[in-house]
């Protein structure tokens, strides 16, 4: 198997804080093409009682894709980055990410299996606060495909 | 006040029936806009825009990212739930690339229903399709709306 099984339940320490700014926001909202004004108005975000303009569904996959990296890039694992494809991608919001935070995202490894020659691994990054509040539960599965 | 193009208006729970179908979208993505999403989301893998090294990992094209049409899919929840940040959940499978060719691009074809109602917690689970090039690219796509 072209994963490291033993990685199965395996947590890896918080990453360093990423600071959710106005910019990347609009940014990422422009190309999803997310044209709600809650994403670039700030007046319009405190009307609907945010704290300042929140960030599109997927905007998450940002900070999550860091945590992944360490799995993906921790020489124990055996992952060959280049046979990776993205299978599954699910995003729990416990309140929408907003300009101004700053995000820790612990990475848990969940599963390692085989299937049809390929190993699956699924990653669970818990992007929290600083001071811990939960805001966002990523949950990925990687494929990473088997050799010939 | 300016005048927005969401209103922020969030459909009530009781006026929300199952089977209900939301406005439907087509989404063009042509190379431009692989690469301002390769810039806003920070995957800047080569499949993505450079279709020689594409092909030469055998695919058949430049093919979008998955998080890209996932990202641009779930528009057609936001723009019907009023407020992105009313989406509390929103997990797919990738089931099929979107091949992007240099001269025409690709369609992304959206729809969407109302598979479930919870009215205790108000919230309402929207089903997502999304074909491209006459086939699903989206699997499990399921979006879970916060309503009033």
Redesign the interface.
């Known amino acids: 198997m072209p994963v490291n099984a033993d990685f199965q339940g395996r947590t890896y320490p918080p990453t360093k804080p990423y600071g959710v700014s106005a910019a990347?926001i609009r940014?990422?909202a422009?190309?999803?093409?997310?044209?709600?004004?809650?994403?670039v108005?700030a007046?319009?975000a405190r009307?609907?009682g945010?704290a300042d303009v929140?960030a599109?569904?997927?905007f998450a996959?940002?900070i999550a894709?860091q945590c992944d990296r360490q799995l993906i890039t921790d020489p124990e694992a055996g992952i060959d980055f280049?046979r990776v494809?993205?299978?599954?991608?699910?995003?729990?919001?416990h309140r929408?990410l907003t300009a101004g935070d700053s995000i820790v995202g612990t990475l848990h490894v969940d599963g390692v299996r085989e299937a049809g020659g390929h190993a699956m691994v699924t990653t669970r990054s818990e992007l929290a606060t600083a001071t811990g509040e939960p805001v966002c539960t990523a949950?990925s599965t990687l494929v990473i495909r088997g050799g010939e | 006040?300016?005048e927005?193009?969401?209103t922020?208006r969030v459909p009530v729970c009781a006026e929300v029936t199952v089977g209900e179908k939301l406005p439907a979208k087509t989404?063009h993505v042509d190379r431009a806009?692989l690469v301002?999403?390769a810039?806003?989301?920070?995957?800047r893998n080569r499949i993505h825009w450079d279709e020689r090294f594409a092909k030469s990992?055998g695919l058949p094209d430049v093919i979008a990212h998955?998080?890209?049409t996932?990202?641009?899919a779930?528009?057609v929840v936001?723009?019907w739930a009023g407020?992105?940040?009313r989406?509390?959940?929103?997990?797919?499978?990738?089931t099929k690339p979107v091949v992007v060719s240099y001269e025409e691009g690709a369609d992304i074809e959206v729809s969407a229903l109302v598979k479930a109602v919870d009215t205790e917690e108000r919230r309402a689970t929207v089903e997502l399709t999304a074909k491209s090039g006459g086939q699903k690219v989206l699997g499990?796509a399921l979006?879970v709306v916060q309503l009033d």
């Open positions: 990347k940014e990422f422009d190309a999803v093409g997310s044209t709600d004004p809650v994403h108005d007046e319009v009307a609907r945010y929140i599109p569904p997927t996959v940002l894709q280049s494809v993205h299978g599954e991608e699910k995003f729990v919001h929408p949950t | 006040m300016t927005a193009r969401t922020g989404i806009r301002q999403y810039g806003a989301s920070l995957d990992v998955g998080m890209f996932m990202g641009s779930v528009t936001s723009d407020d992105a940040g989406i509390v959940e929103y997990g797919v499978r990738f499990k979006a």
